[in-house]
């Protein structure tokens, strides 16, 4: 019985350490999805704002616009400089003045 019972204990040990390997892995699987997704958003980000630089004022500010328009976080929009009571309407919007965030000029030159 002893020897049956030793077999098992060193099974359950091993079973528990597979275990610990497999959440291990789940989580360094996570942690590279985020670190992929992260470097994804930061090239798309960085080809935008390059791509910016290359049009006229006119549709630069559009463009900014639009992209303004789907940041939606009270947070983030308060980050960027952005108005957060309320998104201005295309028609409600004033004409652009350098420092006005939505005049196409980029904050973080």
Sequence with gaps: MSKIRDEIAHLERMMEQKR???????A????????????RIFVYGKAFLAMLETLPQREKAESLRRVHDQITSDSERSFLGLPVDRFPAQEEMPPPESGDPFSGDLPFD
């Design 20 to 26: 610990q390997r497999l959440r291990d892995l789940k």
């Design 28 to 39: 360094k699987e996570t942690k590279q999805e985020k670190k992929d997704t992260n470097r």
